[in-house]
């Protein structure tokens, strides 16, 4: 049974009068809604969010309010909507709705579970909601975003959202951040911009993003390009620019039960191509090579991802680092390899998997990576 948080009264609330003199429009260079206020005594829909709650950090329960950094071995979590309800705020803001998901550790998600979610998802922007929140365990909520960005086709805003620090810690961040993923996906100015990620006040692209820290609550950063704005301390939301692929969705997967399966492989001083040559044996259709630098692996799994382009296997190569692109050179086209441009491994797989659902042809799948 969904949860739902129901809207405050019409009395003022304590509230301010608007300021006088006339405020219209949008201020697109700062992304912030300059609408005037509505009149008084004129009824004003609330936006309708969609909340789905898939399980994480944000809602696990430790041992006392210290606990934050073995609380996933108590097996504890909030009940279903107990996060919601624990939130009146958000009454303000909009209509909150839970709908049923599973929950599930985000480590432990499958490719079943992303295309479940893009459907559920799908079908909530195709009704009659406004916007769909997330909220996600952090460990995997880059790929998953990503995952929906390729996937939901909908202008309206999908925002993931997460926490550090679990519900039962002191100073639990996971109710400020669903809070302001709530004002993201209610905000006018997010509609367009594709899948979003909001945590620590900050909102970042999908394609972008990435968990930079094990513990720290400002963990999550976008190396290459910056963050998209904020969600300010007053509740505004500040976007300054737009993502350049904003609302692409790449992939229809309405018919699909699985995704092919894409292994990565991550290079290391003396690593030799046993990896490379098990995750062939293993049914690969692709293998994202994880190389030093600007994308180098060792000579023995240059030898071995040539073996396994040879047996049919599309291979991307992407780099390790975290933060710059990997071109196809001369060399990489000649080998018929695919190049990650800026995405990282992780993401890479996201991406190759879902191309193999259409070919499984390099030089196409090179240009779906450019694009994307």
Same mark, same amino acid.
């Given at each position: ?16 009068? %608007?300021?006088?003199? #006339? ?21 004003? *829909? ?7 709650? *898939? ?22 979590? &909030?009940?279903?909507? /107990? ?13 909150? /709705?839970?709908? %049923?998901?599973? =929950? ?8 079943? +579970?992303?295309? +479940?979610?893009? =459907?559920?998802? $799908? ?25 929906? $960005? &390729?996937?939901?086709?909908? +202008? !309206? #805003?999908?925002?993931?959202?997460? @926490? ?10 996971? %109710?400020?951040? &669903? ?31 990435? !968990? ?6 400002? *963990? ?6 910056? #963050? ?16 350049? /692929? ?27 191509? @046993? ?20 994308? =180098? %692996?060792?000579?023995? /799994? ?27 050179? #001369?060399?990489? *086209? ?12 992780? !993401? @890479? !797989? ?5 191309? &193999? ?8 799948? $090179? ?6």
């Amino acid at each position: 049974m969904g949860v739902r948080a129901g809207l405050p009264s019409g009395r003022g609330r304590g509230r301010a009068p %608007p300021r006088p003199g #006339p405020r219209r429009g949008l201020d697109h260079h700062a992304g912030r809604d300059r609408r005037p206020l509505p009149r008084a005594g004129r009824v004003v *829909t609330p936006p309708r969010i969609a909340l789905i709650a *898939t399980g994480g950090t944000i809602d696990s329960v430790g041992t006392s309010r210290l606990d934050l950094a073995w609380y996933t071995e108590n097996r504890e979590r &909030l009940g279903d909507g /107990e996060l919601l309800t624990s939130i009146p705020e958000l009454r303000e803001v909009a209509e909150v /709705e839970q709908v %049923p998901f599973r =929950r599930v550790p985000s480590y432990a998600l499958t490719s079943g +579970d992303w295309l +479940d979610l893009a =459907r559920t998802v $799908q079908g909530l922007l195709d009704g009659r909601f406004d916007g769909v929140v997330i909220t996600h365990g952090t460990n995997t909520l880059e790929e998953t975003a990503f995952f929906l $960005q &390729l996937t939901v086709r909908s +202008d !309206k #805003p999908v925002v993931l959202a997460g @926490a550090m620090r679990p519900a039962s810690a002191l100073g639990a961040d996971g %109710p400020l951040n &669903l809070l302001r993923g709530v004002q993201v996906a209610a905000a006018p100015q997010a509609r367009g911009n594709g899948v979003l990620v909001v945590l620590n006040d900050t909102i970042h692209a999908a394609r972008d993003v990435t !968990k930079t820290s094990t513990f720290r609550v400002h *963990t999550f950063a976008s190396p290459d390009t910056g #963050p998209l704005g904020v969600a300010d301390a007053d509740g505004r939301v500040v976007l300054r620019h737009r993502p350049a /692929e904003a609302g692409k969705a790449e992939f229809d997967v309405a018919g699909l039960t699985e995704l092919p399966r894409v292994d990565v492989v991550v290079s290391y001083v003396g690593a030799d191509g @046993a990896l490379i040559d098990a995750a062939v044996a293993a049914g690969a259709r692709g293998i994202v090579s994880a190389g030093t630098g600007a994308g =180098r %692996p060792t000579a023995a /799994e240059d030898e071995a991802l040539d073996r396994a382009v040879a047996a049919g296997v599309v291979v991307c190569q992407s780099s390790r680092v975290g933060s710059g692109r990997v071109v196809r050179s #001369p060399g990489l *086209t000649r080998r018929g390899l695919v190049a990650a441009d800026d995405l990282q491994p992780w !993401k @890479a !797989k996201v991406l190759l998997a879902l191309g &193999l659902t259409r070919t499984d042809d390099p030089d196409r799948l $090179q240009e779906l990576f450019d694009q994307v």
